[in-house]
């Protein structure tokens, strides 16, 4: 089982950092699972074929393998690459090239999309690189070792051209609230040393407009410690400053962060002595963050850090402490009680709370369950206001305990869903 979660949230955040990952070889045609994911035929379209660069694109979805082969040409002309969306939508392509020979993109420049006699449209466009990752070792049998599409980084002219490997640009288009509904047309302009490709674009843009509040509710980990580690960061403003720029990657793909406010924690201290000492907490660094990233950027979801917790994994546990108390004793539930109920009412005064939740034990074993459920009852207790979140599959014993339960997908039944649904 627990090979299993590690294999789900493996996928989970390779579909995040690609868009959208397709699905195992379970349910795919006997070519598809012969060919394997990056090597899938079913997806892709002919754009043009010169005696040293042939072009293709597909949509977002699908993972582009280095050697997958080249689309088919079609009978009579090729069609442009055509996007629908939206006004306040992002929706990527990938456009792909194959040189028959090693060579290098010099330029990859999009022209204005207009309509019919208007001028341009407000569409933006961004190209992006589709990387490529080796993997060596794959977690399960669903996948073979190989280099597999996955990071997106700024595109950086020149790019290196491989002989008969495919290197997809990752196109975003951007349609902007206020534009017109209708087609609008432009080209991408593709310089390399094997010849230049003018590639035809059409957007269509639906007549609606995607609300600003993101009602599907999302909760991704982003650790700010491993993107300082990735990025080599070590001044404060630069830690800050970067993390902000994956908050607003993330707010543009409408998924929301464990944490906003790394960098804006919400500040608790106890002063008093014995009996008298009280939990004072202070929003100053955390409001402001909040206003931008829940009331500006409309994050959905936001985990709630508890202090003094406790907690684990299927592995091990620990118990709480707060100010030297353990959890258990009298001095600490009264700590505990004082500073969290203070959080509750001020998240509820500024209209937080339905998007806040804990999540403070990770996959809970049976034998875990006394321990999971004393702690819900403790939060419970000191703010009932505040859901609580687990990963873990519904079982009796924890029933009335979890708010939010984060379960394998296979556990998951209509009937189930039904129930968990009434109970609240």
Same mark, same amino acid.
């Given at each position: ?6 294999? +789900? ?9 690609? /868009? ?5 070889? &379970? ?36 993972? &582009? ?17 055509? &996007? ?38 407000? +569409? ?141 924690? +919400? ?7 014995? /009996? ?7 929003? /100053? ?86 321990? &999971? ?30 708010? +939010? ?20």
């Amino acid at each position: 089982m627990r090979h299993n979660r590690i294999s +789900i949230r493996t996928s989970l955040l390779t579909i995040f950092s690609f /868009t959208l990952t397709l699905a195992g070889p &379970v349910g795919f045609p006997a070519s598809a699972q012969t060919n394997g994911v990056l090597n899938d035929l079913r997806g892709g379209y002919w754009l043009a074929q010169t005696q040293d660069l042939g072009v293709w694109w597909c949509e977002g979805g699908w993972k &582009v393998g280095r050697d997958r082969e080249m689309p088919g040409q079609p009978r009579g002309q090729a069609g442009p690459v055509r &996007v629908c969306a939206a006004r306040g939508e992002y929706e990527p392509v990938q456009v792909v090239l194959r040189p028959e020979c090693d060579g290098t993109l010099l330029e990859a420049e999009v022209s204005p999309l207009r309509q019919r006699w208007r001028t341009a449209a407000p +569409i933006t466009v961004r190209v992006d690189e589709v990387a490529y990752v080796e993997v060596k070792h794959p977690t399960d049998k669903t996948c073979q070792p190989g280099w597999y599409p996955d990071p997106l980084p700024p595109l950086r002219l020149p790019l290196a051209l491989r002989a008969g490997q495919n290197q997809p640009l990752w196109i975003t288009f951007h349609v902007a609230r206020e534009a017109r509904a209708g087609d609008y047309r432009g080209e991408l302009k593709l310089r390399t040393t094997r010849g230049t490709v003018r590639v035809p674009l059409q957007v269509h843009v639906y007549d609606f407009t995607l609300p600003q509040e993101t009602h599907l509710k999302s909760a991704l980990g982003l650790g700010t410690h491993g993107i300082n580690q990735y990025h080599h960061l070590q001044q404060p403003e630069d830690r800050k400053a970067v993390f902000e720029k994956y908050l607003g990657n993330f707010a543009e793909h409408r998924i929301s962060p464990y944490s906003f406010y790394d960098y804006a924690p +919400i500040d608790i201290r106890f002063v008093g002595e014995g /009996t008298n000492r009280q939990a004072r907490v202070d929003f /100053t660094q955390f409001d402001p963050a909040a206003e931008r990233w829940l009331d500006q950027a409309h994050f959905s979801t936001f985990q709630l850090r508890l202090r003094g917790m406790g907690g684990g994994t299927f592995h091990s546990r620990h118990l709480g402490e707060l100010e030297g108390f353990k959890e258990g004793t009298p001095e600490f539930a009264r700590l505990f009680q004082d500073y969290l109920s203070q959080i509750e009412a001020h998240l509820r005064a500024r209209g937080w709370l339905s998007k806040a939740f804990t999540y403070w034990f990770d996959e809970p074993e049976p034998k875990d369950y006394e321990f &999971v459920v004393d702690g819900m009852k403790r939060i419970h207790a000191a703010a009932p206001g505040i859901r609580r979140m687990l990963t873990e599959e519904p079982h009796p014993q924890l029933f009335g305990h979890v708010d +939010i339960w984060c379960g394998l997908t296979p556990q998951w039944t209509p009937e189930l869903v039904r129930q968990r649904r009434q109970a609240g």
